[in-house]
């Protein structure tokens, strides 16, 4: 039986929302994927199924924490810069400040953020 994503310490799991579904998962996996292209890792993405409430739909993707490292290791990456306590929510600041520089509706954040928040998402 494989560990769900949010347990595993190898992987970084996000709850995706957006409004767009088709072009805001496109958008996501792709700007994983050739993050993991730069430096040479495999992205094993991993998106769980789409629910649809309030116009919003949200999903679940994680990512090995291998993409994430090595890509805030190149000299031209500021994800060590962004706002967060630990490196997951930094990655996670720095993932939606670039999927909102290229569309507007999709935010994600962090699984586990989420669960020990009594806010939610929005």
Partial sequence: ??????????RIAFHVACI????????VSGLL???????????????????LAFGWTFYTLSVNKDVAT?????????????RG??????FATWLNRQL???MQGVQVRLL????SSQFGFF
């Fill in 1 to 10: 039986m494989r560990p769900r994503p949010e347990f595993d310490p190898d």
């Fill in 20 to 27: 767009d579904h088709d072009r805001a998962s496109l958008l």
């Fill in 33 to 51: 994927e050739n993050m993991a292209r730069m430096v040479g890792v495999e992205p094993r993405l991993e998106t769980g199924p789409a629910e």
């Fill in 70 to 82: 090595r890509f805030s290791g190149l000299p031209e990456s500021d994800i060590l810069q962004s």
């Fill in 85 to 90: 306590a630990t490196f997951d929510q930094k």
């Fill in 100 to 102: 909102a520089a290229r």
């Fill in 112 to 115: 586990s953020d989420l669960k």
